[in-house]
């Protein structure tokens, strides 16, 4: 007689434990991070206006705006994450393998990015001159030369955006579409809405490639090593960004 491998029933380890409710619904997972931004935009728009009334300079009630936007997403991303079960809460914002080497690759995924963003920047002025102009007239736009607005600009696009940004598209939106599609899909569509929730998406097209790239780039790091790498990648590009702003 032959000899079988079979595990008695008794013998088998237990089925992993279920996770308790499926907590918030699709739709509300899908339309609460985009609702978020546009509260933001909104809320700092009123500030920008009302200080800009009370007689403070353009440049000041920018710099003011921009963080009260910042503070705005990570509040609402963090009242949206509060809603879902705890199960849920710590795997949206969980890591994965050694802290620091999820740190290091999320640098060089940063840096990857800025590389990324120098040929796509490069293609698009060799296709149209317009670019370079646009470019020229942005940085104009947003040049803040006091120390102070410098300082709230810094804070405002390495720490709030970053935090703020990764919570609401990759922990909650993301989260949310792969429920209801494979992940290379909802990767792009929650890399399009980060792109759309950008003001400057909309005003210069090679910009709006960009988003669209990292944030499907960041979409599929945040899968493999989690909220701290898809953050630390966030935040090495909009450090150069920062730069970029300080020193033109």
């Given at each position: 007689?032959?000899?079988?491998?079979?595990?008695?029933?008794?013998?088998?380890?237990?089925?992993?434990?279920?996770?308790?409710?499926?907590?918030?619904?699709?739709?509300?997972?899908?339309?609460?991070?985009?609702?978020a931004v546009i509260?933001?935009?909104?809320?700092?728009?009123?500030?920008?206006?009302?200080?800009?009334?009370?007689?403070?300079?353009?440049?000041?009630?920018?710099?003011?705006?921009?963080?009260?936007?910042?503070?705005?997403?990570?509040?609402?991303?963090?009242?949206?994450?509060?809603?879902?079960?705890?199960?849920?809460?710590?795997?949206?914002?969980?890591?994965?393998?050694?802290?620091?080497?999820?740190?290091?690759?999320?640098?060089?995924?940063?840096?990857?990015?800025?590389?990324?963003?120098?040929?796509?920047?490069?293609?698009?002025?060799?296709?149209?001159?317009?670019?370079?102009?646009?470019?020229?007239?942005?940085?104009?736009?947003?040049?803040?030369?006091?120390?102070?607005?410098?300082?709230?600009?810094?804070?405002?696009?390495?720490?709030?955006?970053?935090?703020?940004?990764?919570?609401?598209?990759?922990?909650?939106?993301?989260?949310?579409?792969?429920?209801?599609?494979?992940?290379?899909?909802?990767?792009?569509?929650?890399?399009?809405?980060?792109?759309?929730a950008h003001v400057?998406?909309?005003?210069i097209w090679p910009?709006?490639?960009?988003?669209?790239?990292?944030?499907?780039?960041?979409?599929?790091?945040?899968?493999?090593?989690?909220?701290?790498?898809?953050?630390?990648?966030?935040?090495?590009?909009?450090?150069?960004?920062?730069?970029?702003?300080?020193?033109?």
């Amino acid at each position: 007689m032959g000899t079988t491998d079979a595990v008695h029933p008794s013998e088998r380890p237990p089925p992993p434990p279920r996770l308790p409710g499926p907590g918030p619904g699709f739709w509300w997972r899908v339309l609460g991070p985009p609702l978020a931004v546009i509260g933001s935009f909104v809320v700092a728009g009123v500030a920008v206006i009302s200080l800009d009334g009370a007689g403070l300079s353009e440049d000041a009630a920018l710099a003011i705006g921009q963080t009260i936007a910042g503070l705005c997403l990570v509040a609402l991303g963090v009242m949206l994450l509060l809603t879902l079960p705890s199960t849920f809460r710590r795997l949206a914002v969980a890591g994965k393998g050694r802290t620091p080497t999820s740190i290091g690759i999320g640098v060089g995924i940063g840096l990857a990015a800025l590389i990324a963003a120098g040929i796509i920047f490069s293609i698009a002025m060799a296709l149209d001159p317009a670019v370079e102009d646009q470019l020229e007239d942005l940085g104009n736009d947003i040049g803040f030369s006091v120390p102070w607005q410098q300082g709230l600009l810094v804070f405002a696009l390495v720490i709030l955006a970053p935090f703020g940004e990764e919570l609401l598209f990759r922990a909650l939106l993301l989260r949310g579409l792969v429920r209801k599609m494979p992940f290379w899909v909802a990767a792009i569509v929650s890399g399009a809405v980060f792109a759309a929730a950008h003001v400057d998406a909309w005003q210069i097209w090679p910009r709006a490639v960009f988003l669209l790239a990292i944030g499907i780039g960041f979409a599929f790091l945040y899968r493999w090593r989690g909220y701290g790498a898809s953050v630390t990648a966030h935040m090495t590009v909009n450090t150069a960004a920062a730069i970029g702003v300080i020193a033109g």
